[in-house]
């Protein structure tokens, strides 16, 4: 079977190097001529474990290449972004998705199957793919099949999971399910669940919004707690211990291509119908400005000038920033012009990022924890020396042998700001 994946990114790239090593020829295709560049050199252009070895075994056994146009196949599968729109609700920008459909269409032949892994809006398949593929005159259920089998992978684990975790496999008819089931039968080990294409969309944005919910949920109480001098990390530990409660845990917000972005999918389908949903986006998309006006009041009662900022991601022990709030925060101090604030994050290249923590703590007041690293386990007060107060706000709760420190405080101590006398500033 030969197949085509459409956009190289962090789900696309995966999923076609795993069809080519599951004996499928298969052509990546992307936009970006300096990802098909690397590619084609043997590189990969994303942090993720093991994907590189991955790559190596499909370019030597000539199962994968990459390129720029799309030729005919046995199928398609279509990968590529789908961010909001900038409106009320933040809807989703299906122009990505309908541009590689459109894009697709001149080399498809009856028998050939489509299919979305895109992230899309309720019917998005059914009432904007669908009739852009029967423009054709094919007819879809009958000549070629069309599928939303959405990914459900993590970060991190991708390989892993694409082989053993369950995948929906929702057709626009039950022939277009079968066709779907066949390709990913190639390799995936997980039940195969068949579902129409609107459940399966909607299926996987719940997916994301139960856990954006529980995360508002549990940033609330650390709204609640600051207020009442309640350490609300506590609380959540303590509640977890019954045995029908889980509990997120809060942070600095929610980032990502999935839980700060698929909810609004949801709320601007039915506005009127998603009270909490839209609500639990709120606090969560407010948090940073949150932790921005803590780690204020901390630096002014530290007298402060300099802040090192850990981590830049939207989540730990990967590159990705994108909707991070972590990088959120970072732009909103620097534009403050009031501190020097320094960047550090050993996974992502960037001109303005420091990756070296001495450099990045030296002479700072303060080091601002954003995200859950696997480096920042190691950090102690020691390593810490070379600050001029050592302070640390850790908003992940990821640097805890700091955690004895005076000046130490994470999103279940923030009321003990307040109480910190003041640093007197000797000129």
Request: charged share 20%.
């Amino acid at each position: 079977m030969k197949l085509v994946v459409m956009g190289l990114g962090y789900i696309g790239l995966p999923t076609a190097i795993m069809f080519a090593n599951h004996d499928q020829d298969v052509l990546g295709i992307d936009v970006n001529e300096k990802v098909i560049k690397e590619l084609s050199t043997g590189k990969i252009h994303i942090e993720e474990p093991g994907l590189q070895a991955e790559l190596d075994r499909a370019i030597q056994n000539n199962k994968f290449k990459a390129g720029l146009v799309v030729e005919p196949a046995d199928a398609f599968i279509v990968s590529v972004p789908t961010p909001n729109k900038n409106d009320a609700l933040k809807s989703c920008d299906l122009s990505y998705v309908l541009s590689a459909v459109t894009n697709i269409l001149p080399v498809l032949e009856k028998g050939n199957t489509i299919i979305i892994e895109s992230t899309i809006a309720p019917r998005s398949t059914e009432d904007h793919i669908l009739p852009l593929v029967e423009s054709t005159g094919l007819i879809v259920g009958e000549d070629v099949f069309l599928v939303h089998c959405p990914e459900r992978v993590l970060p991190g684990q991708i390989i892993h999971e694409l082989i053993y975790n369950n995948r929906i496999i929702g057709g626009v008819t039950p022939a277009c399910t079968e066709a779907g089931k066949k390709i990913y039968s190639v390799f995936v080990q997980g039940e195969l669940i068949e579902s129409a294409a609107s459940t399966a969309e909607m299926s996987k944005l719940m997916e994301n919004t139960y856990r954006d919910v529980n995360i508002a949920l549990a940033n609330e109480l650390v709204h609640i707690s600051a207020k009442l001098g309640i350490n609300a990390l506590d609380v959540i530990s303590m509640a977890n211990k019954h045995p029908r409660v889980n509990l997120h845990q809060p942070g600095p917000g929610v980032g990502g291509h999935c839980l700060a972005v698929d909810p609004y999918f949801i709320a601007a389908a039915a506005p009127a119908e998603s009270h909490l949903i839209q609500r639990s986006r709120h606090i969560n998309s407010t948090m940073p400005s949150f932790i921005v006006e803590n780690t204020v009041a901390l630096m002014n009662k530290l007298q402060g000038r300099k802040i090192a900022v850990f981590g830049l991601t939207y989540k730990g022990d990967i590159d990705d920033i994108r909707e991070s709030p972590a990088l959120e925060i970072y732009h909103e101090l620097e534009a403050m012009g009031q501190y020097d604030v320094v960047a550090y994050d050993p996974h992502v290249v960037a001109g303005f990022v420091e990756h070296d923590m001495a450099v990045a703590t030296a002479d700072a007041d303060l080091v601002l924890v954003l995200v859950d690293h696997s480096e920042f386990r190691d950090i102690t007060p020691q390593s810490l020396t070379n600050m001029r107060e050592i302070a640390v706000l850790d908003a992940k709760n990821i640097a805890t042998q700091c955690a004895d420190m005076e000046k130490y405080f994470n999103l279940g101590t923030l009321s003990k700001i307040g109480e910190l006398k003041e640093v007197s500033v000797t000129v």
